[in-house]
């Protein structure tokens, strides 16, 4: 038993370059993982097929830098946690609960329901990790969540549409899932490097997503160009880059930090769908993309400097 479960941990304000560098890279990322999945989605690939897709091809990229960069490793007893929970939580349960969600809900609102994490890592920072939340950081996630439910805009939902609330339920729960490895993983970091771990992660996130997709009944659905397109650029390169990332500043930051900077990733997600798709552009995206970045900004920016 951890000698601070009973009591709050104080967390140094000066947080570290890497995790926030690793922060904006995985946002970069990530955040265009929506509207391309939408585009392969639209055009016929089954979701769970895509989603399985995306796993395999991004584990042997995965494999092959770990590979170049040093030979990859066993993971240590220490490691199984962060690779269960990245495995398991943040890989094949989000991607299955996105992807099917993406058939029914547009991008833009898929990419901001989704990384709402905050919605559930504020109660699990305090009640699991034992974390003392300054003030300013709830705040911060107070502004970023605010950003979030202007940019969903709850009322403007058509609850007739068929599978409409249904995708939106898949989307609050890939948030969850997202949020338990987030502090799965801050709780419990890996010994062995994260790179020498993402082969491993994936891997296993293949397993529960085959069985998915074998057994959804479905069918891989029709691939044609774009398709295959989408798939290479998020398994080759947005999904394992992407995900390395978010591990990095997952296992350094503050989970509440972690949490408010991923609330960027819809923003700038459902900003590529509106370029990109034609999905519309209005006063809510506006307004609840700069309450984001100001909880991003306010989360991430020391109290006092050294």
Not at 66 to 74: C, D, F, M, Q, T
């Amino acid at each position: 038993m951890d000698a601070t479960a009973g009591t709050a941990r104080t967390l140094p304000e000066t947080l570290p370059r890497r995790g926030l560098l690793a922060l904006a890279v995985s946002v970069t990322l990530l955040s265009s993982a929506f509207p391309v999945t939408k585009v392969a989605v639209s055009d016929g690939a089954a979701p769970l097929w895509f989603a399985l897709g995306r796993a395999g091809c991004a584990c042997w990229t995965a494999l092959v830098v770990a590979s170049l960069l040093g030979r990859p490793s066993v993971p240590c007893r220490s490691d199984l946690p962060a690779v269960l929970s990245v495995g398991l939580l943040q890989l094949a349960t989000f991607f299955a609960l996105t992807h099917v969600a993406l058939s029914y809900v547009p991008a833009g609102r898929s990419s901001i329901l989704s990384n709402a994490t905050t919605i559930w890592i504020a109660p699990l920072t305090v009640l699991l990790l034992h974390e003392r939340v300054p003030a300013r950081r709830w705040t911060a996630a107070a502004l970023g969540m605010i950003g979030t439910v202007v940019l969903i805009g709850p009322w403007a939902i058509d609850r007739r549409a068929p599978g409409v609330l249904l995708g939106h339920v898949f989307l609050l729960g890939a948030a969850l899932s997202f949020a338990l490895g987030i502090t799965i993983l801050r709780r419990y970091p890996p010994r062995t490097p994260m790179i020498q771990l993402l082969p491993w992660c994936f891997g296993l996130a293949t397993v529960p997503l085959a069985l998915l997709a074998f057994f959804a009944g479905e069918g891989p659905g029709a691939w044609h160009a774009p398709a295959f397109a989408a798939l290479g650029y998020i398994g080759f390169a947005a999904a394992p880059f992407g995900t390395l990332c978010v591990m990095l500043a997952a296992s350094v930051l503050p989970a509440m930090v972690s949490s408010v900077g991923f609330l960027a990733t819809p923003a700038i997600g459902l900003l590529l769908s509106t370029i990109f798709l034609g999905e519309a552009l209005g006063p809510d995206l506006i307004i609840g993309s700069l309450l984001i970045m100001s909880g991003v900004a306010l989360a991430a920016v020391p109290a006092r400097r050294a």
